[in-house]
């Protein structure tokens, strides 16, 4: 599933004529280069939520997406937020984990494709959430103080604390068992919900990126991304 539904408030004046996945990076719109790593990986179907712009937004899927079936999860009565959309798109998604992605963020594989290192690191006995995480230090154009604690297996065991820094920040690069999608709140509500309890049970984990991560929530970060490409 691909998060595609945001107003991109943070992208402004960028997103006042489009919805933030289109704006462009390097030529190309940063939900084009999801779907390069989505082929990459062996894709063969994807569910994207639409909002804001949502027309534009589907005729671009429309468009640039023709060897991956494309569904269309619809938010345009009411935009659901992450949790809210993953509960929208429920019967879409089926009973098998998943791989959920945002559109605002761009990842570089490094010497193996992530999502597949996700895909072969996933233990459906002992998790429910698996995330691809990336160092602090190594987290390009992020603004935060990172988001969670790791043990030295790989389980997620805490979250940042205020006033604190946590090590690892949180790609926007995940992988969901669908049991992890109940007892959900009425209207818009966030991912958080489902991770916090995940992470009371012991279930939620996390894998290191290997690769580059960029925090593509500014158009300044636009630029920053940009230059460090064009070096490589």
Known sequence: ?????????????????????????GGRALIDHVFDRLRSAGTKRAIVNVHYLADQMEAHLRAR????????????????????????ARDLIGDKPFVCVNSDN?????PTDAIRQLAAAWDDEKMDALLLLVPLARANSHKGQGDFHLD???RIVGRRKPGRLA???????????????????????????????????????GLVHQGLWFDIGSPQAIGAAEAVLAEM
């Open 1 to 25: 599933m691909v998060m595609a539904a945001g107003l991109g408030k943070r992208m402004r004046p960028l997103t006042a004529t489009r919805p933030k996945p289109l704006v462009e990076l």
């Open 65 to 88: 997406v023709k060897d991956i079936e494309l569904v269309i999860s619809d938010e345009r009565k009411q935009l659901m937020e992450t949790g809210g959309g993953l509960v929208q």
């Open 106 to 110: 761009l990842w570089i594989d490094g």
């Open 152 to 154: 030295p297996f790989g």
């Open 167 to 205: 090590p690892f920040v949180y790609t926007g690069v995940q992988i969901l068992s669908p049991r992890v999608i109940r007892d959900w709140p009425e209207g818009p509500f966030s991912t958080n919900l489902f991770w916090n309890r995940a992470l009371e049970a012991g279930r939620l984990w």
